[in-house]
């Protein structure tokens, strides 16, 4: 079998190269969980409500889709560096799980509704379960450094 | 009193200290701090590319700029309350960090920034709205904002990358042990 020696990696070979992938990685997850929430205080009825759902979802989804593809290459460059370290770590496990479903949720449920311009109830309903799967995700990531 | 021996007694505090040594807060407070950051980062992203006429073109310039206004203070309040919590716990390891430095400079002149193009541009929408094309000083504060914001976040991060020299990391007689903020790995 052959083994991974993360010795080899070039993230582990410069002093710059790991905290500025980290800058790349935070600046598009604030940008693609920004935009997402941006829909979502609409959706939850307390933002941009002289704009409709679908007109902001429309608006903000290649931004969203653009940034999310930054954070889904930055991510496993990071992981790259130390894979064991993260294979067992609660937070990456944990932020592992929270991503995947709020990347199905986001590309299921939550764009069907929004271009459904939804009855404020199914909006708060869905904007805030939308709110609370991404804010996991970066409460896990965080806690990567801390677990 | 030297700016030093502040930063210091800010740290030894009772609440610096509780706040540092909580497994539990110290790190909600740096989640809460970037969770409020995307918040804040995605509004200020599509507004300078609105402004740019990059991003959501089927909305007009006054309801990005009017609408995302109560969320980005709503934003940066919180961010800015876990930004001064974050440093207040750990003090001394920020008064000799060059990056928290940078930091606050780019913050003030986020400051300038706002007092150079609030008339003309921020305050000044519905004019916006009607002008043929965007006036070049609109654009200019555009990139100026993406600029000092990208700035801001990467000094945020390098942050936790700096390492005090070895002498002034020696703590005085009877002073608590620096605690250093490994880089999150």
Redesign the interface.
């Known amino acids: 079998m052959l083994a991974y020696d993360p010795s080899t990696n070039p993230l582990n070979n410069n002093e710059w190269s790991?905290?500025l992938l980290?800058?790349i990685h935070?600046?598009s997850?604030?940008?693609?969980?920004?935009?997402i929430?941006?829909v979502d205080?609409r959706l939850l009825g307390i933002?941009?409500?002289?704009?409709s759902v679908a007109?902001?979802l429309?608006?903000?989804a290649?931004?969203t889709l653009v940034s999310l593809a930054i954070v889904l290459m930055s991510g496993p460059l990071i992981f790259s560096?130390?894979p064991n370290?993260y294979l067992h770590n609660p937070g990456f496990i944990f932020k592992m799980e929270a991503l995947l479903v709020a990347i199905v949720y986001n590309y299921t449920v939550h764009s069907r509704v929004a271009r459904s311009n939804p009855s404020p109830v199914l909006g708060k309903l869905v904007g805030g379960i939308s709110v609370a799967l991404?804010?996991s995700v970066?409460?896990g990531?965080?806690?990567?450094?801390?677990t | 009193m030297s700016l030093l021996s502040v930063f210091q007694w800010l740290q030894a505090t009772e609440f610096a200290t509780a706040l540092r040594e909580s497994a539990l807060v110290y790190p909600t407070v740096m989640a809460t701090h970037l969770t409020g950051m995307a918040l804040f980062g995605g509004m200020i992203f599509l507004t300078d590319l609105r402004i740019l006429g990059i991003a959501m073109r089927g909305t007009p310039v006054s309801d990005v700029v009017n609408q995302f206004r109560p969320w980005k203070h709503a934003g940066l309040t919180l961010v800015a309350t876990c930004g001064i919590m974050l440093a207040w716990a750990k003090a001394e390891f920020y008064y000799h960090n060059p990056f928290f430095w940078a930091k606050l400079i780019l913050l003030a002149l986020v400051g300038v920034h706002a007092m150079v193009f609030r008339k003309s541009v921020y305050k000044n929408t519905a004019e916006l709205d009607r002008a043929p094309v965007m006036p070049t000083n609109a654009k200019v504060a555009a990139c100026l904002s993406l600029l000092l914001w990208i700035s801001i976040l990467s000094m945020g991060r390098l942050i936790g990358y700096y390492e005090l020299p070895v002498q002034a990391s020696v703590p005085a007689p009877g002073q608590q042990t620096l605690l250093l903020a490994p880089a999150p790995r």
């Open positions: 790991f905290p980290e800058i935070i600046a997850f604030a940008i693609s969980i920004g935009t929430f941006i205080l933002g941009m409500r002289r704009q007109q902001l429309k608006d903000t290649p931004w560096s130390d370290l991404w804010v970066v409460f990531g965080l806690f990567i450094a801390f």
